[in-house]
């Protein structure tokens, strides 16, 4: 087994529970002006945070038949099996914690085919995990049978400026794409540049320097977000992004200082406690919205604080839970 990257799963950590926080504020963010702007500063790196991240163990492939194969099997194949059985999964549970119609939740699976936008409640999240497939397809051709790097780079910057272009896209009469494919159009130079950002990250100098300038950054935009309004929006998912030079400087900046940040976190005792939420955070970004349904109709947990402690705890437990299980009656074969 590799060894993982502390840092790394203490980066992933913040995101997934900066993700976390942000769907559990969203029901205020109407009646509240500090819970509005602390939303939209959240989606202006969290989700990115994980496109980078997504890009640090990226491989090339050979340019042959087998090695293509053989990349969907290990990288694409699994993914997309997870998504449909966790999305049947949530949608089955939906239907009996809510008492939904059988008419309904029949819609719902014919909705978690098309996927995207057209994904709401429990499932509301799972744009994100078919935009992702499709961002480390592409990236991944790209590195593979693109060898120039600024080329490599040219082909992303161009793909995200037909992203950012207009507003939506559409696929003959719906009004969104499906499994939001054009989002990757986006994420792809965020993922491009966290493949060769990683490589790199060992040699840069001044680290300290970059993680100021990137957290001065976060606070000038969160502060003229607060007080004369900034027009920066990032919301992926809905493809309400004002201001494309921001949306793709930003999140770089930002994600920058909080991987240095956890660098030097890494060092200390203090913080391991966030290393098994980075490492579990699919299964936080799976399970958190059904913990806030379940929590929804508990008066005692009826409350945003405990929807975020509740959507990261116990998503983790479940999934150290299984884990332990897998790991004990179902051993890993050898190669």
């Known amino acids: 087994m590799k060894k993982r990257v502390e840092w790394v799963d203490m980066a992933k950590a913040v995101g997934i529970i900066a993700i976390v926080l942000g ?10 002006h500090s819970m509005s ?53 949530l949608i089955l549970t939906s239907h009996f914690l809510n008492g939904e119609s059988w008419s309904y939740t029949g819609f719902y699976f014919v909705r978690l085919i098309y996927g995207g936008q057209t994904l709401n409640g429990e499932l509301s999240i799972f744009w994100f995990m078919t935009v992702y497939v499709i961002t ?9 049978f693109i060898k120039s790097i600024p080329m490599q780079f040219l082909i ?19 009004k969104s794409v499906p499994w939001s494919a054009d989002s990757a159009l986006i994420a792809a130079v965020w993922m ?21 300038a ?26 309400i992004i004002h201001t494309p030079f921001m949306a793709f400087f930003i999140p770089i ?11 030097a976190l890494s060092r200390t005792r203090f913080f391991k406690w966030l290393l ?8 936080i970004m799976y399970l958190h919205k059904m913990i806030f349904d379940v929590a929804e109709k508990i008066p005692l947990f009826n409350h945003v604080w405990a929807f975020v402690i509740l959507g990261v705890v116990v998503p983790v437990g479940l999934a150290m839970i299984y884990h332990y299980f897998k790991d004990r009656f179902l051993p890993a074969k050898r190669a």
Request: charged share 10%; aromatic share 22%; proline share 4%.
């Open 192 to 212: 491009l540049t966290g493949y060769y950002g990683y490589k790199y990250y060992p040699q840069l100098k001044n680290k300290v320097g970059y993680a100021v």
């Open 276 to 283: 098994p939420i980075g490492q579990y955070s699919l299964a």
């Open 253 to 263: 900046a930002i994600c920058l200082a909080i991987f240095i940040i956890c660098e």
């Open 23 to 32: 769907h559990a504020i969203h029901p205020l963010t109407d009646t509240s």
């Open 136 to 144: 480390v397809f592409l990236v991944v051709m790209i590195i593979s």
């Open 37 to 89: 702007v602390l939303y939209a500063s959240l989606y202006w790196w969290h989700v990115p945070l994980f496109f980078i991240v997504g890009g640090f163990f990226l491989k090339p492939i050979q340019r042959t038949w087998a090695s293509f194969w053989a990349f969907v099997r290990r990288r694409i194949v699994p993914n997309i099996v997870l998504y449909f059985v966790a999305g049947i999964f």
């Open 156 to 174: 992303t910057m161009v793909m995200f400026g037909i992203g950012t272009a207009q507003p939506h896209y559409h696929f003959f009469q719906f």
């Open 214 to 239: 990137g957290v001065l950054i976060y606070a000038s935009c969160y502060v003229k977000k607060a007080t004369i309004g900034l027009n920066f929006k990032l919301y992926l998912k809905s493809h």
